[in-house]
Nanobody, 111 residues
């Protein structure tokens, strides 16, 4: 059974940074892409960024130039480094691997 756990969220001031982690078990982690989504209150879940098994990253418009996605296959963990955070980045951030979702981690950007 695939198990996905996000961590690293919190409260940060505008312009600040956070690094989210996504730890996965129950699957050959290095064979699957890792995708990050977010969902703000009252909004649909939005794809933010992803990284392929080959390490090739892709970014949604909201992430380009500010976020960096990475992975450590030895640790079975994916990462989302978020810089220059804005209030509109406030959302619950989810990790998605092989049709499995974590429970999410809350990111709040506020002064």
């Amino acid at each position: 059974q695939v198990h996905v756990v996000e961590s690293g969220g919190g409260l940060v001031q505008p312009g600040g940074s956070l690094r989210l982690s996504c730890a996965a078990s129950g699957l050959p982690f290095d064979k699957y892409p890792v995708d990050w989504y977010r969902q703000a209150p009252g909004e649909q879940r939005e794809w933010v960024a992803g990284i392929g098994p080959d390490g090739l990253p892709n970014y949604g418009d909201s992430a380009k130039g500010r976020f960096t996605v990475s992975r450590d296959n030895g640790k079975r963990t994916g990462y989302l480094q978020m810089n220059r955070l804005k209030p509109e980045d406030t959302a619950v951030y989810f990790c998605h691997i092989q049709s499995s979702w974590g429970q999410g981690t809350q990111v709040t950007v506020s002064s």
